[in-house]
């Protein structure tokens, strides 16, 4: 039998739900606009006709942007960029994490305090720079000229990651790993076939962030790739966003779709993975972050 709620209660869930709506509201809005605004026609979107369902529906937006052999391009770019820079930083973070889970690891203490420096203070952008710069020469003496790979790789320490996935690791029963071991196991395998399938759903949220993280990349993509074929999708709608408000560039426009239709339909484009890819990692995300964000 249910309890019947106080009124205090009562009010605050209200209240709660009612917040909860708005705000999920709010986050929904602008994904709507921008679907509305890829499929409208040139006068409503132009004119700020467009407030949230399209006018004057049109598809040519996504047909040009679809015809577009650079946008594929990109795509496949931003493609690699998170599939290899997810998997390489999920690899650096979880062995990071194991050694300093480990209480019999030398100088464990200094080690933990410098990943947890580089969250307070950092060395800055022109620093940072710099060092990727060195990294690039390093890299072309080796015979890799793809940019992207400095990307992925330079760029595969998160050390806000390694800490949730330490103190996944540290919750692990020590009993469980002591009796791997006592059965004969490798450090590898107590690693492989202990912590890592019991902190899944840390790993599954780390990995999101990571995937994320790379999805998005922006800044340092622009900086760090020189070569125009290797951009990824991000950097390929600044571009685009940058040509189509070049008052030359887009003399004697004429179409039926407006410029801004095409940048809404790339910016849906860009959105559509990571929102089919959420719904089967969001179970995990709140057991994941508790567990790996609360040290016991």
Known sequence: MKRKLEASELIFKIISYTLLTVFALCCL??????????ISGQHAVDYSEIILFPKDIQFE?????????????AYSNTLFL??????????????????????????????????VFTMWFSAGI??????YLDTKEVFNAMGIMDDKWLVVIAMGMAAMNIILLRNAFEGVPSDIEEAAIVDGATEFQVLSQ?????SKSTIATVALFFAISRWNGYFWARQMISNSNEHPLQVFIR???????????????????????VIYALIVCSIVPILIIYPFIQKYFAKGANVGGVKE
């Open 29 to 38: 809005y602008p994904f709507v606009y921008a679907v509305s605004a890829a």
């Open 126 to 131: 022109v620093p940072q720079y710099l060092n």
């Open 61 to 73: 937006a996504f047909s040009v942007m679809f015809n577009d052999n650079m946008f594929w391009n």
């Open 239 to 261: 571009l685009k966003l940058e040509e189509f408000t070049d008052p030359e560039a887009m003399a004697g426009w004429n179409e039926i779709y407006s410029s801004d239709s």
């Open 194 to 198: 202990v912590y890592i399938p019991m």
């Open 82 to 115: 998170t599939v290899y820079g997810t998997v390489w930083s999920l690899f650096v973070a979880i062995l990071g994490a194991y050694a300093l889970s480990k209480k019999r690891l030398l100088f464990r203490r200094v080690f933990n305090f410098f990943l």
